[in-house]
């Protein structure tokens, strides 16, 4: 049941960051457009955006294979660390980019995804 549950907990994760596609409300923090590289460094969006969007789709993918992963079901079990690896940092670095105060519960997730691949 527990192996069900941190499945199902990674897919979610991983869809979370599908919210980057959603049309931004003024305050809604997960959007390219307040990027501090758009907002303080001065860098236009259409160069930013692109690479938001490939951090969300790799994360996204990433901790969809991840849970396929762990519940051994067509992805090979032994992809786990690597994937483990390749969606978290994907996740923190899409989180450096467009950093908010609502992320520090991400950044603990993805940490403790990166020690638990890593022990």
Do not use: C, Q
């Not at 990674?10 to 599908?18: F, P, Q, S, T």
């Amino acid at each position: 049941m527990v192996r069900i549950l941190v499945g199902l907990f990674l897919i979610a994760h991983g869809l979370v960051h599908a919210l980057y596609f959603v049309p931004p409300e003024p305050d809604f923090p997960m959007t390219a457009g307040k990027s501090w590289l758009v907002t303080r460094v001065g860098l236009s969006l259409s160069v930013v955006k692109p690479v938001v969007v490939a951090l969300v789709v790799v994360a996204m993918i990433g901790f969809i294979l991840l849970a396929l992963s762990h519940w051994g079901l067509l992805v090979p079990a032994s992809w786990f660390k690597t994937l483990a690896l390749i969606s978290a940092v994907a996740s923190l670095l899409l989180i450096a980019l467009t950093w908010d105060k609502w992320f520090v519960f991400a950044v603990l997730i993805n940490v403790g995804i990166l020690y638990w691949a890593l022990r």
